[in-house]
């Protein structure tokens, strides 16, 4: 085993019962790496962490933890080595949020599990780490299901574990919290050499925090790699099996599909313009057309998604004779026209002409 790989799990068949629902994974995560899993739902995620977690036992396969054998370790052995944050809810009576954090320090503590003021210490930094320390003394009950998220994170961290397991750690969180705990995941990570293995749904997310991604599917591990990796072409519509939209792996979007039929409008675009016409257009259910949009366009995958045409030219080129009359053409076949823009540049030009185009025609909107 690499010095630096604290989780190896080799062969590994996961399921309930014996019925096994994921085969012949190997996973290698390294000090300091955030490993995501990625998936449709269903596919053994939720299930791999927890047989890594030892909380399921192996069908086949074993798992090593700091370079020793799952099956070899004490419970209090493994708690010191590795933490687990799962989606489940846990029942905490007559508990506060400090209460429910303080349990993150009881493999270190004694028989009657009495925390010393350096145990403390350790919760409060971590409860101020995932802004929950104003909860210190609330109860677990009161409080909602994001703000559960972060306490419970604090209990994963104050345990100082060498690895630390995480089922969809941003459920419940709003985008302000969900950017606040990746980016803590990531320092953790980087700072005090934490290997992170994680589920995500929010693949934006996945693209932008993760070393590694594992993609779930078929009971297998379909793919692994770095998220440069995984995240090209149309591999991820095909991972999720996409049939009402695709996804876009340049900006981690997901865009529904162009409404059906003839395009009824024409939509003169460009630099971002278009793109709340094309949202407002997509929302009405009418087809339109979209052009001319150079190929590097901010706008032109959006475009590309929604519209039911899309006139292009290349990237750096100044707009063509050739583009400016396909588009004509189209725009032509419309009831109406819709500039975005006031501003014509050396390469734009072409745009420029079609909307003087569109108004002699009587078509466009004013």
Do not use: W
């Not at 996961?14 to 019925?19: M, R, T």
């Not at 409860?127 to 109860?139: I, K, V």
């Not at 162009?258 to 009418?286: D, K, N, T």
């Amino acid at each position: 085993m690499n010095q630096k790989t604290v989780l190896q799990a080799e062969s590994l068949s996961v399921g309930y019962s014996k019925k096994m629902i994921v085969d012949g994974l190997t996973v290698s995560v390294s000090a300091g790496e955030i490993c995501t899993l990625i998936g449709p739902n269903g596919a053994g995620k939720s299930t791999v962490l927890k047989t890594i977690a030892a909380q399921l036992p192996l069908i086949s396969g074993n798992v090593a933890l700091c370079g020793d054998r799952l099956d070899t370790l004490r419970e209090k052995d493994i708690s010191k080595r590795l933490s687990v944050l799962l989606t489940q809810k846990i029942t905490a009576e007559r508990m506060t949020c400090g209460d429910v954090a303080e349990t993150g320090r009881y493999p270190y503590t004694g028989t009657f599990g009495i925390l010393t003021d350096e145990d403390k210490r350790i919760v409060h930094e971590a409860m101020s780490l995932t802004g929950a320390a104003h909860l210190y003394d609330t109860d677990f009950r009161q409080i909602s299901d994001g703000q559960r998220q972060c306490v419970m994170l604090a209990r994963a961290i104050a345990q100082q574990p060498k690895i630390m397991l995480l089922d969809e750690p941003t459920s419940y969180l709003d985008i302000g919290h969900k950017l606040h705990i990746l980016s803590l995941l990531r320092k953790l990570a980087k700072e005090q050499q934490i290997a992170v293995i994680q589920s995500l749904h929010e693949l934006d997310l996945a693209q932008k925090f993760s070393d590694t991604v594992i993609c779930i599917h078929n009971g297998r591990a379909e793919r692994t790699g770095t998220p440069e990796e995984i995240f090209t072409g149309d591999y991820i519509s095909a991972l999720y099996e996409i049939r009402d939209g695709a996804y876009d792996p340049r900006f981690g979007a997901a865009e529904p599909s162009a409404a059906s039929g003839e395009p009824e409008i024409f939509v003169i675009g460009g630099g971002g313009a278009g793109i709340p016409v094309y949202r407002r257009l997509h929302r009405m259910r009418i087809p339109f057309a979209a052009g001319i949009l150079h190929e590097n366009d901010v706008e032109y995958p959006v475009a590309s998604a929604l519209a039911s045409v899309v006139i292009t030219e290349k990237a750096f080129e100044p707009i063509g004779e050739d583009a400016v009359r396909q588009a004509a053409a189209v725009m032509k076949q419309c009831r109406e026209v819709i500039c975005c823009t006031e501003s014509f540049r050396a390469m734009n030009q072409g745009n420029r002409t079609l909307k003087e185009q569109a108004d002699a025609l009587g078509i466009l909107c004013s």
